[in-house]
């Protein structure tokens, strides 16, 4: 850390209000597309909703954490802040799990076409 911080220097991390600014600008163009496609295409796994759902969560993730730094402190917003990340990533990990299963399902029909 000492080579990427060198003394004097600020600090990389002392920036993650911009961070988490243009991450919150990301997230919220990938709910959109997200959104969008979803109400275009019919969809075979029947839990894809969950993917506009976990990357909200990530979404106020970053929106907590932006209170928290504009707040100079207090705990409830960086606890929320965790807890929201940590429900997006058990969100996508539970879309894995339903994509995988729902592909293995659908392997020996691919196989019988061919």
Known sequence: ?????PIGLDSVY??????AAINL???SYIILFLVRKLQLIKLRVTDMIVAPIAFLAL????FSFLVFAFAEGGTIPLVGS???R??????FIHLYYQVSKE???NAPEQTKQS
Request: a negative charge.
């Open 1 to 5: 850390m000492f080579l990427a911080n």
């Open 14 to 19: 002392s920036n993650n209000e911009i961070f």
């Open 25 to 27: 600008a990301l997230l």
């Open 59 to 62: 979404w106020l993730g970053q």
């Open 82 to 84: 965790q807890i929201a």
């Open 86 to 91: 940590v429900v997006g990533l058990a969100l």
């Open 103 to 105: 592909t293995l399902n």
